[in-house]
């Protein structure tokens, strides 16, 4: 890997692994190149800003060309290179255009495979991200139990408790906290049942409500993720058994890791604790457990390793979430989750600060 | 166009191309495939979700296969599909997959191209977005009017006023009005002179700043762009010339728009004023006039067309900002924005509300 040369193209607001490799942040398309160093090609209008926050070399696009693709052509016939490593989801278009110049371009699926192994910084990151994740959930907590039910729907003060109240009362404590989660979901009844449902309307008593917030930090720019079932009143039987079973499947997945285990035994592991307590585990139905275990978090909420049927194996410096759950299609759904660090010798939770309880009364 | 096959890959939050095609909004990659009719193909967790939410039909990609690429072989060669127009920007790794199977993909640049014009619908959220982000300007010129000068330094109450303040402030007001502008620009000082400089620190008197925010609305995903320079104080002679000179280009620009015009005869135009005036226009250089004209705008920042030295024309139902500025590298900056929409004989402002003044005790 280390004789490679690699390139990348793209704005690094949706490229982590520009901003990972440049630590500069923009809206607008840039190059990473890595050889002969490390440097950026960013707009002259960005020349200035990159000079000052990027961890690289930078230097000027249009000293080369007005389109991107041209101004690389230039860039890497000056430095007569030609045998050029990728990511999957370099543009084709200038993949093409720079094929047609006699370049060889390798497609790379893990380009950046440091991102897989967070330091002590990045864990700190995801730590800071966690627990604004664990403050929002608390508030949440303490919303829901001051709310008070009338003809079955929950009311906070004067108004009836909607998802969409909720959201906003999130979305205003993460901005105070320097972060973000656009796609929160904070879902209720029914809706539940559909894992990334992100809720809307009235809330009631006695019915799932799944929130699952995973912010990101405004300035470091890392996730936190974290997911928890609630019942206002007395939550049904069926529902109550299914919460169990998700919190001992999830604590049985947090007992088996440690580094070198493989990520299919894992979710195997939890499938089949499922189904052996008679729930279906059929990824391709929309009953039982049906989706993985986890997956890797850090600059992207979603990266690797996935926690799935797949051949990976868990690294020391992994950091994942474990997030089992269980849904009903037209009942009910519930997730819990949480975020933890992958040892030598086991695994290491990254704390939200949150309790595991399905009833809202037992929260102080 | 109409015969072609079109094929997208990629997340919906990233790619409005996808989220226009489907309003399917998700984190996760789907697929887009136009023939015989416009259907995606989502992940069995999303399915239900997608029924629900998309305005074209929807499909497991897990009825296909496990890996998004070999998914996509079997959904082409079902369907017989050979010749496929894909985006630029389309991932490269799925590219050569299918390219080993015979397929022929064609690269379109503009693969979307009613995304260019707004129909009613689309001009009413940039509306919204745009008072939006007018409620947000006039807050920030209600705090710097506020505000009172210690020092050379502004205090809004007993702090210092600095740059992450205001956009702490800003951010809470846009979450309240369901929209958000994470880089949005609150600069002051020699850091306005960087066009994109996002803004740090404390704000002093009789200095620039530069106010730049483009909200997107959570639920419509369309964008308003506003951006106004202010002093609280008294400003020096050249910022107060330049302010006017950048006031003076607007209008010129915004007096010569109407569906057919050239992009680079605007742009020229602008050009043209502000060399005549003294000022350099090189956008190679760090002083003067050194970006474009303006950009179109929708659901994302920067779309087609920009007006700036190429070889677009203006057509009706473009929505576009018109934002003239001048730099001077290690003193100050100016910048003035609005959003406007094509007509046939002229442009119409869509309004954000937020007069034009320099000086903020001019504001009532």
């Known amino acids: 890997m280390k004789n490679e040369t690699v390139l990348i193209v793209g704005n690094s607001v949706n490229c982590v692994d520009l901003f990972y490799l440049s630590n500069f942040l923009s809206e607008d398309d840039f190059v990473y190149l890595s050889a002969p160093s490390p440097t950026i090609f960013v707009s002259s209008m960005e020349f200035e800003r990159a000079k000052r926050e990027s961890k690289v070399s930078v230097e000027s696009l249009q000293d080369y060309g007005k389109k991107i693709e041209e ?35 390798k497609v790379i699926s893990d380009i950046v495979p440091q991102r897989r192994i967070k330091n002590p910084e990045e864990v700190k990151k995801i730590s800071i991200s966690q627990r604004i994740a664990g ?18 729907i929950l009311y906070y003060g004067d108004f009836p408790l909607t998802s969409e109240r909720l959201k906003t009362l999130v979305s205003l404590k993460l901005i105070s906290l320097s972060s973000s989660c656009e796609m929160m979901i904070i879902s209720s009844g029914t809706q539940t049942a559909i894992p990334h449902h992100r809720g809307e309307g009235e809330i009631k008593s006695g019915e799932s409500i799944v929130v699952d917030i995973f912010p990101k930090h405004t300035l470091f720019r890392y996730h936190g993720d974290l997911s928890r079932t609630f019942v206002v009143g007395e939550p049904a039987q069926e529902l109550r058994e299914a919460y169990d079973h998700v919190l001992n499947a999830q604590q049985l997945a947090l007992s ?52 799935s049927e797949n051949d990976e194996t868990l690294e020391r410096g992994n950091v994942i979430t474990v997030e089992p759950g269980l849904y009903f299609p037209k009942r009910f759904g519930v997730r819990v989750e949480d975020v ?19 009833e809202v009364w037992k929260f102080e």
């Open 340 to 358: 933890a660090v992958v040892h030598r010798d086991g695994v290491k939770i990254i704390e939200g600060g949150v309790p595991k309880i399905l």
């Open 135 to 152: 403050e929002a959930m608390k508030m949440v907590l303490r919303i829901l139990k001051k709310s008070k039910e009338k003809g079955g």
């Open 256 to 307: 088996m890791i440690h580094s070198g285990l493989s990520c299919r035994e894992l979710h195997s592991a939890v499938k089949d604790y499922f189904s052996d307590h008679g729930y279906e585990t059929d990824v391709k139905k929309s009953t039982g457990f049906i989706h993985s275990t986890g997956h890797g978090i850090g600059l992207e909420i979603h990266e690797p390793p996935l926690i």
């Open 71 to 105: 101004a690389l052509v230039e860039i890497l016939k000056k430095r007569e290179l030609k045998n050029i490593s990728v990511p999957p989801y370099f543009p084709l278009s200038i993949a093409e255009r720079l094929k047609s110049e006699g370049m060889k371009l």
